[in-house]
């Protein structure tokens, strides 16, 4: 796992000075619990999705639009770059300093009816979805029947037509088996949402300045090597779904979809008019 080699790199490079123990599956808490420790400096470090960051950390939930960033590599290169730096901004006045952004794969539709190429393709059809204002919004922006319903109960879901489909990222589309009763795969790559190999801040004052290039670094080392292992996860998980029947499509047009988003964006922004300068940057960037 990358963040062992992360704690392991740390250790030898400080000589033993600073240490850790990693806890898994939510042993120290859920995510908001754990990333409320994180705050608090009650945990030194953490690995969270930006997407349950944002009541803590509004700037966190600029990358939870749908469609804003372009693909998986702008993504890369924009949190690596000014939007990531903007974004660390925020995680520090709440007190948590970003020491690499993770790789949480693209979520795209797929459902048993037909491929989506189109916005139009969505209409009428009803579409599982995170309880989430914005991603209900981006479903019924392209006339689909949004339906929010815990994760556990979509296998049935559609295989009874409760849905016609979901959405998710291509291992949790094939590990959950979804692909067997849903079979169009459709490349939309609507929602990219990284996550955050994180520290406290109470923890990261407290290190030398030497320490804190040397934890810095490792971060962002451990940040490139679990892009690997996750593009490798991916690539497997596509094989087992094409292998399965699943047919695939890869949308070549995504500005329809964007412009679609028109209305969820115009909601965002007049509640949260500060984030502006923010999703521009992401908007505008190439």
Known sequence: ????????????????????????????????????????????????????MGPAVPETNVVSLPFIFKNIDQMYRLMDGEV??????????????????????????????????TPDDVKGMKI??????LFVGMVESMGGNATPMAFGEVYQSLQTGVVDGAEN??????????????KYYSMSEHLIIPECLCMSKKSWDALTPEQQEIVHTAGRASAEYQR??????????????????TEINTIADKAPFQAAMASVYDKFLADNPDLTDLVNMIRNAD
Do not use: C
């Not at 123990?21 to 009650?42: C, M, N, S, W, Y």
């Not at 599982?128 to 204002?133: A, F, G, H």
């Not at 990222?169 to 849903?182: K, R």
């Open 228 to 245: 690997e292992l996750w593009q490798a996860r991916e690539a497997a998980s596509m094989e087992v779904v094409r292998a399965g029947g």
């Open 1 to 52: 796992m990358p963040w062992i080699l992360f704690i392991a790199d740390v250790a030898e490079k400080t000589g033993g000075e600073i240490t850790g123990k990693v806890f898994h599956a939510g042993v120290l808490g859920d995510q908001p619990d754990a990333i409320e420790q994180t705050r608090l400096g009650i945990m030194d470090f953490g690995v969270f999705s930006l997407g349950p």
């Open 84 to 117: 990531g730096d903007a974004i660390d901004k925020g995680l520090q006045d709440k007190g948590i300093v970003a020491l690499g952004w993770y790789d949480a794969g693209a979520r795209s539709f797929y459902n048993s009816q037909h491929p989506i190429n």
């Open 169 to 182: 990222n291509p291992p949790s589309y094939e590990s959950t088996n979804h692909f067997e009763v849903a």
């Open 128 to 133: 599982r979805v995170m309880s989430n204002d």
